[in-house]
Each structure stands twice: as C-alpha cells, then as structure tokens.
C-alpha cells in the first residue's frame, strides 16, 4: 500500500496568514492526489484534484502544488471558514489511501 | 445538483451485519464509480473500496476484504455497502463518495453522502 505523510500534523496560524500543509506519498503517484476540508460533523470537502486542480466553486485562495511524490496544499489568506482538518488521498493505486490529517487552529 | 443521500444511524452487536445505502440523484447514475470510506471517532479518514455503478468490478481495501460487500441497485439508483462481523472496532461514520470524473475508478470523491453512524455496541 502506499503510504501518505502529512505534515503538520496540527498548525496554530492568525486570520490573514500563508498556510502550507505537506503531503509525501511513499511511491511516485504522478498527480493522482487530492485534498479534502473536513470540519466537525460534516462530510469531508474536496479542495483540490490531480494536484492542483481546483474544484469548481473553491475559491482559489486554496492552490495545489507538486507531482511525483511531494505535495503541497497552500491556503493564501486564512479566513475563520478555514480552520478545519485538511486530508490529502492518493488515488494512483489501490487502495486509495488518505494521509493522516492536518488540523488548521485559530492562533 | 448531485446529491447523495445515506440511510440513517444503526446500531448493531458484535457478530452482526449492517447495510448502509446511498441514494444518488442528480446525476446519469451509471456513468459514475461510488467509493466508501469510513471515520472512526476522532480519528482520520479510512477508504474501503470501490464499485463500477455498471455492476460488474469491485475493489474492496485489503483491511475490509471477505467482510464487505457493495452492491447497487440501478432501479432506484442506490448503492449499498454491507459490513459482516462486526465489532467494536467498526464503529465509525461511513461515507459514500461519488467519483469526480465518468466511467472511471482513477478519480477522486467529488460529491459526499452526509455520512451514516454505525454504533457497535454490546
């Protein structure tokens, strides 16, 4: 299985900061990578696809970077609509295996 | 608009089976895979497999296998996962997700279901 790495685990950042959140695949998956929002209670969010395509109607505050085996997730300014847990999912080859998760805190 | 809607909370004893089902409108119901994933309390999120809305091809995660069975029904255009043997362990909320791109299973879940509880509990 592949393994996916991300990290922070947990970030404490201020309304207006650059967050960047990294996720390392074990093997090469190509862009085969997407993130997810989650918060409390609901239904995971997708973000991002194929690495940096944005879904329709994020805003693109939310970017996507990387290829291979190291990705990033980058949120330009954050807002307090965007303190949730952040989930990147590799989807190059079963199973379809999710990193452990990164929670956004309000500093 | 897509929109996936899953059967309500269950709570079952060890040993026994559960059946959640995701009801898809908005959407040519054969066109897009349905991936399953799982939630444990406080923890992070688990994918379980995948099914071909056409019936034929499903791959299951290598964790759940022999335990897990997802179907589809297209008269009512549902799909279903079924989990035997439970135990406590299994208690999680599940999730139905739809692939973001057609007839393939190389795609992410673009559209969520509102997620089903599954208490096990003696």
């Known amino acids: 299985d592949i393994q996916m790495t991300q990290s922070p685990s947990s970030l404490s950042a201020s309304v207006g900061d650059r967050v960047t959140i990294t996720c390392r695949a074990s093997?090469?998956?190509?862009?085969?990578l997407a993130w997810f929002q989650q918060k409390p209670g609901k239904a995971p969010k997708s973000l991002i696809y194929a690495a940096s395509s944005l879904q329709s109607g994020v805003p693109s505050k939310f970017s996507g970077s990387g290829s291979g085996t190291h990705f990033t997730l980058t949120i330009s300014s954050l807002q307090p609509e965007d303190f949730a847990t952040y989930y990147c999912?590799?989807?190059?080859?079963?199973?379809?295996?999710f990193g452990g998760g990164t929670k956004v805190e309000i500093k | 608009q897509v929109e996936l809607v899953q059967s309500g909370a269950e709570v079952k004893k060890p040993g026994a089976s559960v059946k959640v089902s995701c009801k898809a409108s908005g959407y040519t119901f054969t066109s897009y895979y349905m991936h399953w994933v799982r939630q444990a309390p406080g923890q992070g999120l688990e994918w379980m497999g995948i099914?071909?809305?056409?019936?034929?091809?499903?791959t299951y995660a290598q964790n759940f296998q022999g335990r897990v069975t997802m179907t589809r029904d297209t008269s009512t255009s549902t799909f279903y996962m079924e989990l035997s043997s439970l135990s406590f362990e299994d208690t999680a909320v599940y999730f139905c997700?739809?692939?973001?791109?057609?007839?393939?299973?190389?795609?992410?879940?673009?559209?969520w279901g509102q997620g089903t509880l599954l208490t096990v509990s003696s």
């Open positions: 999912q590799q989807y190059n080859s079963y199973p379809f295996t």
């Open positions: 099914i071909n809305p056409s019936g034929v091809g499903t």
């Open positions: 093997q090469g998956i190509t862009d085969y």
């Open positions: 997700a739809r692939a973001m791109v057609a007839s393939t299973s190389w795609s992410h879940g673009g559209y």
